[in-house]
């Protein structure tokens, strides 16, 4: 139940910096149509920036504040990628795919280069949305830099006082990252594959938009783009794709009503967009579905104000729609397919690798860890849980049908490895009882070397050789107590481990391999 509450609080405060960020960029964007003779186009691609910029931003561990440097050339890269896009259909369509593809590429690079790639992305895909008005390249170009290093600008102010204010919602660390590299030279990276099918998952949807749905063709790309980014494996595409295609579908459809309350250019209409952009970043990690409803009818609004909406394109939109989102789903799952056990399996990585660091620095110098040490942990443990949502949808239907979910233990155990690790931290900082260091080094030099032989069996597939850390029942004392919660951890682990470590000749015969 705490948790829950947390993570209502963390999104509500998320969504309300991100749209206080979003707002104060739509004003300096105004001044600058207003007394620079712009139009209103660069105020739509100032807004779509400074909502996936600060979101982006908000809910991912903090990165060093000179990255965002790369916005405003993205910015003006972007404007001169959509002005060809409207005008020569060809190159403009080549060099989204190509941009696109490119920044998903450079994360085998590692993070910094994997936070360059999406603020590269973040400009084009505003692009993408934003109504053309022809203007001259250059003059278009630089003020789409200008706006862009402002959205960054208020981005980084409203980030560095969300961070100050309210330090226990807003990551400061990042988790360890699971390696890119690919197990043999014969394989493909994860990143370089996940290049190719968002090259291709464009390619298609560029084909359907053009030929199919001329007049919107943004939609078709747009929803094909959406389902196929941030790719986690087959099972993942699948489940967010059929929920962002729901979704985006039943948020344009009350979108082409509500345009038809408001009517063009009634000013309603842009407080309605606000007011459902802060819903959808609220209610974005209850389900895909509301997020993608709420973007999709935001947008629509957009088009609406300028005359581009109502229920006289309601079909075409929704055939758009549904046409992206297959085309996502089919690329993701024929092209260079990832299965979802080879990401679980990374995540998990990642996840032992921060145990490992945490109980190394613990047992090194215990007064000098504290809340940016467990937080590694705490990420590692949520990435999981993102990864595990097409197999836990999986397993609701399994225990419905009373056959056995061979991923249930996954999640509890992964939390379980969080939760007893802050309490570890924390007890070993505050506790005045004396503590017998020799036999919770001991301990913990077990721990950390069947965290070791764990991760090896992510690699072999097979059943680590694990050692018991406890001999015996512990003391009562805060000896045993730590102990204890070294002993929890190392279960947790070895259970959460053993889904993807048994033979798979067993798993198979239990449950089936997921997608």
Known sequence: MRRRVALLTGDLLIATVVTAATLSAWGVSLLVESHAGQHVDLVVMTVALSVTLARNQLERPARPPWLLLAVPPAAALASFVGSQMARDHRLGDVLFVVVLSVAVWVRRFGPGCTTLGTLTTLPLVAALITPYV???????????????????????????????????????????????RPAASRNLSPSTRMAIQLAGALVLGFAIGRHVNSDHWQ????????????????????YKGIQRGLGAGLGTVVAALLTGIFGIGDHRAVACIFVVLWF??????????????????????????FGDGGTAVLGQRL????????????????????????VLRRRMGALLEALQNLLVALGENPSSVGADQVR???????????????????????????????????????????????????FVRTTREPLDHERISV???????????????????????????????????ATGQVLTLLHVIDEAAVRMTATVSQPVAAKRSQSGSPG
Not at 280 to 303: E, I, P, Q
Not at 321 to 342: F, H, K, M, Q
Not at 408 to 419: F, G, H, K, R, Y
């Open 219 to 238: 939609w078709p790309v747009l929803t094909a783009y959406i389902v196929s980014s941030a790719n986690q494996g087959r099972g993942d595409v699948l």
């Open 376 to 426: 590694p942990v705490v990420v590692a443990s949520v990435a999981i849980t993102r990864v595990m949502q097409p197999l836990t949808a999986r397993g609701r239907w399994l225990r419905r049908l009373r056959l056995r979910d061979h991923w249930e233990p996954v999640i509890p155990a992964a939390d379980l490895c969080a939760e007893k690790s802050r309490t570890l931290v924390r």
């Open 280 to 305: 959808a970043l609220a209610v974005r990690r209850a389900s895909y579905a509301y997020w993608a409803g709420s973007v999709t009818a935001a947008l629509a609004l957009v088009y609406g104000f």
């Open 134 to 180: 022809p203007e001259g390249e250059i003059e278009r170009a630089s003020w789409s830099a200008v706006l862009g290093a402002t959205s960054a600008l208020i981005t980084l102010l409203c980030l560095t006082a969300a961070r100050r204010l309210a330090p226990a919602h807003f990551p400061g660390t990042t988790a360890p990252r699971p390696s890119d």
């Open 443 to 477: 301990a913990q030099a077990q721990t950390v070397q069947n965290l070791t032989g764990l991760r090896q069996s992510l690699r072999s597939r097979e059943r680590a050789d694990v050692r018991p850390v406890l001999s015996g029942v512990p003391d009562e004392g």
């Open 319 to 342: 055939e758009g729609i549904g046409l992206g989102a297959v085309a996502g789903i089919a690329v993701t799952w024929l092209v260079l397919p990832i299965r979802t056990e080879d």
